[in-house]
């Protein structure tokens, strides 16, 4: 099996920076939800459209010596940027990193005369990409300090460096079919066929789902080597990849109540569509044509290029209000497009395949031992209630943040905790599943609720036992989806609901819509007699016009006793109270905190509520 190492490695490189590029972005050039899309886009594609200036360089210096250059700054860089701890630096050091990548990748184009062992890297670096991340537990090293951390990173770099300075041997002829194809692979890859986390969020699939996703992904690596031995016909991965996209793009269901969860179906087709991504690379690459290293390079970018735009494509449709599920079917057509029929020679692969794939899922499967265990109790005297929108689980200064918000939280001691914006496996963000990390770091019971879509929403998370479970879409406002979970629970044997939100209304709630069913939600809760507790990121203040619809269904303000509470900005000094607790009559709060930390843009909050 030809195999380019270097491409292998260094697309695992490229991919540790990407996942800090991407949440960079939305963290420190601009305020994720509130700075415009297109200022955002501005500065990544500055990067991306920088990559084409390969091309004349490599004319100049010789794409072999370009191709070393860039390969080294992507070292340098990923290196450096495990020394940040967020900030400017954090991001200057991963837009270094990426663009040095895109300069490596479209050089490597440019020197290749053999496509199809590059083109069979870049799809095991892929798998390896996939297998690592998710044996960290989506905890990348770049998000982990010490001494275990920097001794991993060193070995990855070494070994991409060792293979960087090594000519590879190649074929007398050049084939240069698929570098345009890059970029929408690596699209598909991250949002659907090598996402982990997002297989392990959808209906019915256990966590060691993600050894699955790991196992396809590098059995996949044999396809793209050898597509016509597994596929014969170009047809059949081409066919199976689009379908597959489209399962994958509509693959949501009702679960116990809760709308729009990640279909169980959702998981064979990420499976089913890694392995017809494989196929489509492989076909493209082994169709034997001549092409000029500048058009290989220019395709190189330009995949690229599309990478980014499908992204802004997809996640920045949550802003404008727009329908993105037809973006990674987009991506799928494109690449299938790419795969034409070769003539070149077979054959099996022996035992090397299936040791590979064990290998793999037994890697991954270890990935609880990285985990810590934290022994703590909830607090005595009352129903303790804690309130955290966790913005996906970065801080202000764009570092991944998870471990910090559970230990804060921890340090609440709560029976029962709300959070909003929950990440659980968006690419934009690392391609990881927040709630479960939170819920192995706090020991609670997690119960999810989509709101953006199938992996971005709200959760609960508590001790108690739970006797029913449902949530409402909330009528349309801002950029992102809102709904509104019930959790109907007992607490010393007495029936209690908390309904937890996240509300995104129109500018200044000149809509009043969801706070009006926010109004009747708690009002059928309470019905019976029930105490009720309605909190979240309400983004609304004591008085205003939506604050009054839910006074007038009954609640009261739960926060009363520490008012002014601003938890908006976390720091270094809030202003807005946006984050609520309100309660039915006949429930009391006290102790009432807000931790002054920047494990957010908001700072949580916790409660002791006294239930009679």
Known sequence: MRIRLDVLFGVVVLVDVLFVFLPSLITLVGSAGETPAEVM?????????????TVPAARFLGA???????????????LVLQGTDGGDPQLYAASVGLFAGLVWLAATAMAARDSSAAMTGFVGG????TTVHA?????????????????????EVAVFAATLVRTPAERDEETGGGWLLVGPALLLWGIATGNAAHAQASDGWPEWSAAVVAGVAVASVAVAARPRFWTRHPAVPAVALVAAAAVFAFGRTTVDGVHGVAAWWAVP??????????????????????????RRGTAAAGGALLFVLLVFAYYSAYDLGVENRWVPVAAAVIVAAGARRASTAERGFGWRVPAAVAVAAAVVAAAPL????????????????????????????GTMTVRRQAAVLRSMRPHLV?????DRAWLLNGARDNLRLLEHELGLRAIWAPAGDEVWGDAVLTDLPVTAVRNEPLVKGGPTGAQALRVDLTWHGRPLTVIATHTQPPEDWRDLGQARQLARLAREAAADGRPVILTGDLNLRPGDAAWRVLVGAGLVDGLAPARPLPTFPALPRPDDPIDQVLVTPGLTTSAI?????????????GVTVAVP
Do not use: I
């Open 126 to 129: 892929l798998a390896l990409a």
């Open 418 to 422: 709300a959070l909003s914006e929950v």
């Open 41 to 53: 886009g501005a500065y990544a594609l500055a990067w991306f459209v920088g990559a084409f200036l």
């Open 370 to 397: 990285w985990r810590v265990e934290h022994r703590w109790t909830p607090a005595d005297g009352g129903l303790r209630l804690a309130e955290y929108n966790v913005r996906m689980g970065y801080g202000l200064d």
């Open 135 to 155: 044996a960290l537990d989506g905890v990348d090293l770049v998000w982990r300090d010490g001494v275990t951390a920097w001794a991993l990173l060193l070995v």
């Open 269 to 294: 087709a990420q499976l089913v569509g890694q392995v017809a991504l494989a196929a489509c690379l492989g076909w493209a690459a082994a169709r034997p044509r001549k092409t000029r290293p500048g």
């Open 593 to 605: 905190v807000s931790p002054a930390v920047g494990y957010s843009d908001h700072r949580p909050v």
């Open 64 to 78: 072999g010596r370009v191709r070393v250059a860039a390969g080294a700054a992507l070292v340098v860089a990923r």
